[in-house]
């Protein structure tokens, strides 16, 4: 479907009817008008030799005034109807295809009732909206190219282009929406399809990878308990992308430390904990309590 294809013709009896009606009344608001201005000019010149009084020249001159604006008036009527006129034909306002329609011959369209008549979409070029998350948005460049991968496409990788973004977090889930164009002149992707979309970020650091158990929710923030020296430390971090049963920390965790995959809630600052390495060589190590804290038993790992 190209641009400024016809789509619709709406037949509105009422509305020609009106239209005819206020064009006939400026027809006649013209040729009064144009009466009046003949009067007044002749009454102009005769006031000049005293042959009629100046009243009446007045009385003339403001009777053209008065027709001149309601000719004006006529015409912005007529423009007014011409233009309710011109949205008895629906043209497409650009290339593409319909996808849906919600309406069809024969059909009774109320004016101003908000239903949609036809769903059209450019497939063209085809535009992507993605969500990145707060971490990684030092990384998001306009113009750089992006991958993306369709599942009804298994193997192929489509690279769009990142036009633009909001410009601002959205404080429900800390994501910045962007936009990525994608070239569709062959046709192979379909609107409302869903994509994975592979972004280059950049570390400001090294992450680690944690899982969600470890987590514990305080009300002075998020917290891993990590055990030194043979006390526990509520250590504050800041994650990256969560996986669901694996977060990403991107701050508040070395390479070294250990911390404790199942802290207990009554775990507090200080508390003493003992490391029991296992018999067999697994990779995760118990944190037993010291005496006197039988509530702090756990287990944890790197």
Do not use: C, W
Request: hydrophobic share 40%.
């Amino acid at each position: 479907m190209k641009k400024g294809a016809l789509l619709a013709q709406i037949a509105a009896p009422e509305l020609d009817q009106q239209l005819a009606q206020a064009e006939a009344d400026l027809a006649t608001a013209t040729s009064n008008a144009t009466n009046a201005r003949q009067q007044a000019e002749r009454y102009s010149d005769l006031v000049k030799t005293d042959a009629v009084s100046q009243q009446d020249t007045d009385t003339f001159v403001n009777q053209a005034a008065s027709t001149s604006a309601a000719v004006r008036s006529a015409q912005a009527n007529v423009q007014r109807l011409k233009e309710l006129q011109g949205f008895e034909k629906v043209y497409a306002p650009f290339d593409g295809v319909i996808t849906a329609r919600g309406t069809d011959i024969g059909q009774l369209i109320s004016a101003g009732g908000g239903s949609e008549l036809f769903h059209m979409q450019a497939v063209e070029t085809l535009r992507v909206y993605a969500n990145v998350p707060q971490v990684y948005t030092q990384s998001i460049v306009r113009g750089e190219k992006i991958d993306l991968t369709f599942p009804e496409h298994p193997g192929r990788t489509f690279q769009g282009k990142l036009v633009r973004t909001a410009d601002a977090i959205d404080p429900t889930n800390r994501t910045l929406l962007v936009e990525i164009n994608v070239d569709n002149r062959k046709g192979e992707l379909l609107p409302g399809a869903l994509a994975q979309v592979h972004f280059k970020t950049r570390q400001a650091g090294q992450t680690f990878i944690i899982p969600v158990s470890a987590l514990m929710f305080r009300h002075e923030g998020l917290r891993v308990a990590k055990v030194a020296d043979g006390v526990a430390h509520l250590e504050p971090i800041i994650i990256g992308q969560d996986n669901g049963a694996t977060v990403e920390v991107v701050s508040g965790l070395n390479a070294n430390d250990r911390i404790i995959q199942d802290p207990p809630d009554s775990l507090i600052e200080g508390e003493k904990v003992s490391v029991q390495t296992p018999a067999q060589g697994g990779q995760e190590q118990n944190v037993a309590p010291s005496p006197g804290n039988p509530a702090s038993k756990s287990t944890g790992g790197k």
